[in-house]
């Protein structure tokens, strides 16, 4: 008898659905982080000409509304002021940081879904609207990275029992 090799076919919408989930398990994941850095700790570089903690998570909100404002314009108008004037400011403030970070990540979302619902490519870069949300997953997991080291090298590094229920687990949590 033979093996039945058919494999189930998703449906767009769940697969948009899905890729959407994971684009909001990372903001959650990076406002998870930048809520448990302690306020004294912002100002931490790795390196003295490196940018601070606070300066890589504004510059990763800024990162995403350019993008939003270079490849899809028509998806900025509803989140507020277009792009910041500063892209490495200095807000050291964790809950405007995490309302920025939030802003900037319905912003992406948006776009995303808006240009694949419309069956639109994207302005200027990428070849297919989901490689946005795939540059910033790798964009903002360098940056968390970047933000774990100039922590620990400053002697205020975090454990795996603190981040990792805040980080990995948000992966991988079933809903």
């Known amino acids: 008898m033979p ?19 994971s684009w909001d398990r990372n903001n959650t994941i990076l406002t998870n982080l930048l809520r448990i850095i302690p306020e004294s700790s912002m100002g931490v570089r790795a390196m003295e000409s ?3 903690v606070a300066q890589l998570f504004a510059h990763m909100h800024y ?5 939003v404002f270079e490849d899809a314009p028509d998806f900025t108008a509803p989140h507020g002021d277009g792009v910041p004037k500063n892209e490495w400011a200095d807000e050291r403030d964790p809950a405007r940081l995490t ?14 879904r808006g240009k694949i619902q419309a069956h639109r490519a994207m302005d200027i870069h990428y070849d297919h609207p989901i490689l946005l949300l795939q540059h910033m997953l790798w964009h903002e997991g360098y940056h968390h990275g970047q933000i ?28």
């Open 99 to 112: 309302e920025l970070l939030n802003h900037s990540a319905k912003a992406v979302r948006e776009a995303v």
């Open 63 to 67: 990162v995403r509304l350019v993008f």
């Open 148 to 175: 774990k080291l100039a922590l620990k090298l400053a002697g205020h590094p975090l454990t795996d029992d603190e981040v990792g229920p805040l980080t990995w687990d948000i992966w991988m949590d079933k809903h």
């Open 50 to 52: 490196s940018p601070s």
């Open 3 to 21: 093996i039945d090799m058919t494999i189930t076919t998703v449906h767009e919408d769940s697969l948009l659905e899905a890729l959407l989930d």
